[in-house]
T-cell receptor, first 115, second 115 residues
């Protein structure tokens, strides 16, 4: 059974700092990995999707890397801003061929960026 | 492009009562998902539809939960009778197709409190 762990559970940083969020998964047979952002009282917004054959994806100040063999992914946020404050979740999709798109989520990292 | 629409956004009911949530996916998205997110946890898949057929409902508590997607567009998730532990956010999501690497898009969720 796939398990996804995110460390730390919460993180507080001053504005302008670069930071890294970590995600690890127990089963390396994944189809892709996705990073989401969740604001309080809101749904999930997809940030980056990395296919299993890719090593990283970039969007603006965000960079996500994937090391499938070691079961790890990182989300790097450059020059953090107060607007980045949210909970960040990673989720993996199994490489099960005909299986369902059953994403397995971590519990998330709650990020607070202090002005 | 309109996002995934859900209603109602908030609902408070007493245990043993029933409740229904509605979802309208992004136009053209064949795959629709219902996820349950308990406070402090990552979302958990309840049911996945491909057009109007069920692909995966292995984690749906079928003694009290039911879902349908008539005509392959809108979907309704029903809980009857509700239990205290059903208090959660119910997230609807959609994607273009099941086997693609497409991003999955989430609605803002329906927040259920059972008292």
């Amino acid at each position: 059974k796939q398990e996804v762990t995110q460390i730390p559970a919460a993180l507080s940083v001053p504005e302008g700092e670069n930071l890294v969020l970590n995600c690890s998964f127990t089963d390396s047979a994944i189809y892709n990995l996705q990073w989401f952002r969740q604001d309080p009282g809101k749904g999930l917004t997809s940030l980056l999707l990395i296919q299993s054959s890719q090593r990283e994806q970039t969007s603006g100040r965000l960079n996500a890397s994937l090391d499938k063999s070691s079961g790890r992914s990182t989300l790097y946020i450059a020059a953090s801003q107060p607007g980045d404050s949210a909970t960040y979740l990673c989720a993996v999709r199994p490489d099960s061929g005909a299986g369902s798109y059953q994403l397995t989520f971590g519990k998330g990292t709650k990020l607070s960026v202090i002005p | 492009e309109a996002g995934v629409a859900q209603s109602p956004r908030y609902k408070i009911i007493e245990k043993r009562q029933s409740v229904a949530f509605w979802c309208n996916p992004i136009s053209g998205h064949a795959t629709l998902y219902w996820y349950q997110q308990i406070l402090g946890q990552g979302p958990k898949l309840l049911i996945q539809f491909q057009n109007n057929g069920v692909v995966d409902d292995s984690q749906l508590p079928k003694d009290r939960f039911s879902a349908e997607r008539l005509k392959g567009v809108d979907s309704t998730l029903k809980i009857q009778p509700a239990k205290l532990e059903d208090s959660a956010v119910y997230l609807c999501a959609s994607s273009l197709a099941r086997y693609s690497g497409n991003t999955i898009y989430f609605g803002e969720g329906s927040w259920l409190t059972v008292v």
